[in-house]
């Protein structure tokens, strides 16, 4: 770090009080000025971001800039070794479909990949969609779903033109080769095509970022052709679009956390009204697959908390007629399913790992079973409904992805593919752990660890230890060409699995949520001193690492547990939540009270919350270096949230190690989207990471 003579002068936020009651609380927000009234706007176009809020932000860019010059070379030769384990000229494994397969390939220097095709017979390619092309001169450029109409006529395309997530979907004529006029405004990036290729319905994104309404138009209509066909009436429901893999229903998905509903449409009369397939109960959650003459429900009806699977005929799909298929196992999730024409696939999580179980339609039954002790296992989705053929791709913390076809009847497995690291990769020089946490109420907390084989274990290498414990997303040991960066310079990498993520079960995610969410923060602490007492890394020397609601876990453990670490990633954090949860205009908030608890109603909610938001409990600390991220269009973490962070550390922190703030000005949630570009932000991480545990002290 630059001695105090030549250290930089981090911004001062001006403090203009708030004062907000609330439920006969009181709070006072020194730093809400930083939240631009005009915020929906700015998400679409964020040039019209408020003179001061721009020139602050740009003010902490700086000041980060000028902290972490001594890092540049560091981050450069990072992002040089991310880049040179990326095949440049990468292709996806062909996905059949009649007469064509589809495919999507990167060109040498490419930050975006070209989507195609090839006819079956081997002939030439046909190019659908360039999106390097595309994306020229645009700072930001992300396509979400794309794909071809059943016919094999259009191509169809969602494009994220600011990073707020605000889709803009295009339909082109692939005889033609000419994209039609009149794209479809203000989506979700959500789409699907009837399977008779005549329609298309798409989700409506509304002006407060929600998802709201399906529309449908003819597949090579205009706007003047929309037909509002659902309205979901909940502001707390996300809804979709979609076709069952039999292609015979399109299904409208509706729900929060805990509650869901179903409205189906014949695919032989697209135009149909949507019918409703089992009303909406509270509590009640379910999904719906069609399988040749009936359909296969995943719910938690009955108190299935890991999830069950029934069936009910085509005529009567009610409750009342739902019959279990595959009973309630605790601690086995079922995590997902796929149909095929003679087969249903389900996937299924055990103790934090995944499997792969084949039924067959005579009720016949196999899984795909593994020999390593932790690795990570998915299934990739195609187009064909009548095939034998299932593609899942294996891959470990120390073993490169491998897509595998499967054939169900003879259970043989063809190795498709292997993730081709170009400067090389040795998985026999590393090895990985599964390790088990003890939590203060005596639960076992999963932690992956990747290490290089012989590094010590006397507390003297560095630790980088990642979370995010919530919405029942769970870690898995997969491979990273990113993480080797680190872990090639003597790092150990540990992810932990807190409750809130459903490693061990759906219930692991109910005892991590809402009024037992400080499962979460205790979870990670404990994780912590697991690894320190067992010898991987100490706290001087460990950095944790998590995004989103995992930068939630880092706002929440830096103001618990200060002491235990060196320096603190958090990626666009969710750290103002008593405000962002009583602020109904913001995207998300009522869609989340299921998770986090409502503090506008429910007094319990606000103090809880209140409780433990990393904001509302910041205080003179010794706080560890930190190093917060955000993007200004992002919708899901608005950009303030660490701007008003980041102000606040730096305010009380009295330990004299510095607290920066990095906002990507032309990005949002996910950050850059070029796939190069992208690995410079986690280059800069990781060379924060570094920096915070060989010069942070310099500053105590």
Known sequence: MPSDAVRPVPPVARKVPKTIEQ????????????????????????????ADVKQHLTEENAYAKAMLASTEALQAAMFEEMKGRIKEDDASVPAPDGPF???TRFEKGAQHPIHARKPRDGQGEEILLDEEAAAKGKAFYQVGAATHSP????????????????????????????????????????FCFSPDSQWLYWTFRDDNGRPARIYRRPARGTAADDVLIYDEPDEGFFIGVGVTSSEKFIVISCGNQETSEALLIPAATPTAAPVVFHPREVG??????????????RTNADGAVDWKLVTTPEAATGKAHWRDWIAHQPSRLISGTMAFK???????????????????????????????????????????YDTDTLRFVYNSMTTPRQWFDYRMSTRERTLRKTQEIPSGHDPAQYETRRLNAKAADGVEVPIFVLMKKGTPLDGSAPLLLYGYGSYGIAMEPSFSIRNLSLVDRGWIWATACPRGGSEKGWGWFLDGKKFKKKNTFTDFI?????????????????????????????????????????????????????????????????????????????????????????????????????????????????????????????????????????????AGHGGA????????????????????????????
Request: hydrophobic residues 40%; aromatic residues 12%.
């Open 101 to 103: 397969a589809y495919y």
């Open 673 to 700: 989207s070029g796939r190069f570009d992208f690995l410079k932000e986690i280059a800069l991480d990781y060379a924060f990471a570094v920096w915070a545990v060989e010069k942070g002290w310099e500053a105590a």
């Open 151 to 190: 016919d094999h006529a259009l191509y169809a395309f969602a494009v994220d033109e600011q990073g707020s997530e605000v889709y803009r979907i295009h339909i082109k004529d692939l005889a033609s080769g000419a994209v039609l006029d009149s794209p479809v405004e203000s989506t979700t990036g959500d």
């Open 23 to 50: 439920l006969g609380r009181v709070r006072t927000d020194d730093y809400a000025w930083m939240k631009d009234d005009n915020w929906q706007k700015v998400l679409r176009d964020p040039s019209l971001i408020k």
């Open 526 to 666: 404990a994780c912590a001193e697991h690894l320190h007492a067992a010898g991987y890394g100490a706290p001087a020397n460990t950095v944790a690492y998590g995004g989103s609601a995992g930068g939630l876990l880092m706002g929440a453990i830096t103001n618990m547990r200060p002491d235990l670490f060196a320096g603190i990633i958090a990626a666009v954090p969710f750290v103002d939540v008593v405000n962002t949860m009583s602020d109904t205009s913001l995207p998300l908030t009522p869609p989340e009270w299921p998770e986090w608890g409502n503090p506008l109603e429910d007094p319990a909610a606000y103090d809880y919350i209140v409780s433990y938001s990393p904001y509302d409990n910041v205080a003179a600390k010794p706080y560890p270096a930190v190093l917060a991220t955000g993007g200004l269009s992002d919708p899901r973490v608005t950009y303030w949230e660490p701007e008003k962070w980041a102000a606040k550390l730096r305010e009380h922190s009295t330990s004299g190690r510095p607290v920066l703030l990095k906002i990507n000005m032309d």
């Open 342 to 384: 003679d087969w249903f696939v389900r996937l299924e999580k055990v103790d934090a790992l995944n499997r792969v179980v084949v039924t067959a339609r005579n009720g016949d039954e196999h899984a795909i079973a593994f020999d390593e002790q932790a690795y990570a296992l998915s299934l990739e989705g195609g187009y064909e």
């Open 284 to 297: 009640l959650r379910y999904e719906v697959e069609h399988w040749n003459d009936h359909f296969v429900v």
